[in-house]
């Protein structure tokens, strides 16, 4: 069993790679951590989450599904959507995660008892991001993988520490799940201006699952239009490449959401583009979202 150190948001949080330092009677970026009236508080621990959870009848609309085994099996998915994300994307298509105050606090042991449900196969972890609660996610994910054969799979901006990644990665590999990384923009100034952060801590967290289970790892792009176009896409397929030219690669079509409504879905041309770019470097790459273009294949 993981040690969690609720000590880490004493000074600095250091639940993630934002590290952030609360000023009085703020929040962290994730909204789940702060300070109010000179003390500091968390929404939530590694025993209990700001979460919602349903299943989902297998194949599910997961980013994975176009390649995973969970796709080939009969049941459910237990998806479990995390409030709070450690990124500010603009485009951000799941902006209810940022209503903390209306999360239900779901405990480690009401998970457990959803994922024995003996209809439910794997379970995805996604939101939000799942960075801010990983701590719990990992407890719950290991104490229901005890228990039962489930997949553990994770959609997720990758930006989280260190050894928790690690751990889900070891969690996905030992259960035949799989860990999905949102590959956001290539140039770094790109990346911060649509999400706010960095791409260097998802890149070399990439890079650590990798190098601790290769066979669980995967990425996707959005493909947002004037911004995520075929220079993106090729500066992200060819890091995937320096790993593995077999990596799956997922590319999404945008539509409109959050603060770039103004924006129209991705144009059929830049589709194309993208696609050809990533296929430069990569086998297997996929189009999602394709309904968004009337489309079904590309
Ligand atoms: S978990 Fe939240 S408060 Fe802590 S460093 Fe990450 S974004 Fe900041
Ligand atoms: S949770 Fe994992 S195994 Fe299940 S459908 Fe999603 S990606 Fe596939
Ligand atoms: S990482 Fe995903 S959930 Fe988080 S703000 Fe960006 S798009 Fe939204």
Redo the contacts with the bound molecule.
Sequence with gaps: MIQIEEAEIIGKCCLCTNFCNFAENTTGLCGLRGTANGKRFSLCSPNNALLSYYEDP???N????WF????KMHGT?L?VFYYGCSFDCLFCQNWQHKNVERANLISVEEMVDAAMKERV????HFGGSPEPQLAFALRFSEKAAKEKDL?V?WEWNGGGREKYVRKAAEISSQT???I?FDLKAWNENLHRILTGRSNKPTLENFAIVYDTAPEVISATTLMVPYYVDEAEVEGIASFIASFDRKIPYSLLVFHPDYRLRDLPVTPLNQVKKCYNAAKKYLERVNVGNLHLLGLRLL
């Design positions: 297998l194949p599910t997961c980013c994975n599904a995973c085994e969970g796709s998915n998806a196969r794997c379970i995805c997949m799979c035949g799940g799989t999905k």
